[in-house]
């Protein structure tokens, strides 16, 4: 069994979680990435979606309501789905994905962003409402190789909203931080 198809048939055992660190299980190169096209992901998260539905038995509806476990399960799904594991996979994600556009904000600071209205105590703790650039970036190329997959306009147009809140400062809700004359994404927005 090759060196991934080993990894993702023992990772099947255990839960790997949507929040899982990379301390507790290693995720190898996506097999489905190709130089100078967007078709794989460069992460292979197969490990995060063990079975074809959404949403996915089993799983905390507290991991449902961060969105990148969410974006992470599709991205994972989609791999499945690059690996011939058959079109359910494919048609799972977008039920995922449909949801996702569902969840996007319409307008405002946070247009095209999928706020967490749950409080989230990390290294500083986060109130409700807030964006997460890490959901923004996986979930924008989610939506992006969904369009290219199935040629759906309105994957490339969530994609491109999804994008909107890294131009917005992250104390006017957006995920943009300045240090200096430097801009840069926040996966968890805090002060500091």
Same mark, same amino acid.
């Given at each position: 069994?090759?060196?991934?198809?080993?990894?993702?048939? +023992?990772?099947?055992? *255990?839960?790997?979680?949507?929040?899982?660190?990379?301390?507790?299980?290693?995720?190898?190169?996506?097999?489905?990435?190709?130089? $100078?096209?967007?078709?794989?992901?460069? #992460?292979?998260?197969?490990?995060?979606?063990?079975?074809?539905?959404?949403?996915?038995?089993?799983?905390?509806?507290?991991?449902?309501? =961060?969105?990148?476990?969410? #974006?992470?399960?599709?991205?994972?799904?989609?791999?499945?789905?690059?690996?011939?594991?058959?079109?359910?996979? %494919?048609?799972?994600?977008?039920?995922?994905?449909?949801?996702? #556009?569902? %969840?996007?904000?319409?307008?405002?600071?946070?247009?095209?962003? /999928?706020?967490? =209205?749950?409080?989230?105590?990390?290294?500083?703790?986060? &109130?409700?409402? /807030?964006?997460?650039?890490?959901?923004?970036?996986?979930? *924008?190329?989610?939506?992006? &190789?969904?369009? =290219?997959?199935?040629?759906?306009?309105?994957? +490339?147009? *969530? *994609? &491109?909203?999804?994008? %909107?809140?890294?131009?917005?400062?992250?104390?006017?809700? $957006?995920? &943009?931080?300045?240090?200096?004359?430097?801009?840069?994404?926040?996966?968890?927005?805090?002060?500091?």
């Amino acid at each position: 069994m090759p060196d991934s198809a080993a990894h993702v048939h +023992a990772s099947k055992r *255990a839960y790997a979680g949507f929040f899982s660190s990379v301390s507790s299980f290693s995720l190898p190169v996506g097999e489905h990435v190709r130089p $100078g096209s967007v078709r794989g992901y460069y #992460i292979d998260l197969r490990v995060k979606s063990t079975g074809p539905v959404w949403p996915p038995p089993g799983v905390p509806e507290s991991d449902l309501r =961060l969105h990148v476990g969410a #974006i992470q399960w599709a991205l994972g799904s989609y791999e499945r789905y690059l690996a011939d594991e058959g079109e359910v996979w %494919l048609h799972t994600v977008c039920r995922c994905a449909d949801q996702l #556009i569902d %969840l996007q904000e319409s307008s405002g600071p946070r247009a095209g962003g /999928w706020v967490h =209205l749950h409080p989230f105590d990390h290294t500083f703790a986060l &109130r409700p409402p /807030w964006l997460s650039a890490m959901a923004q970036g996986e979930g *924008a190329s989610l939506l992006v &190789r969904l369009f =290219l997959e199935t040629g759906e306009e309105r994957y +490339a147009e *969530a *994609a &491109r909203r999804a994008l %909107l809140p890294l131009r917005v400062d992250s104390d006017q809700g $957006g995920v &943009r931080a300045t240090v200096g004359n430097l801009s840069f994404p926040e996966e968890y927005p805090t002060s500091p």
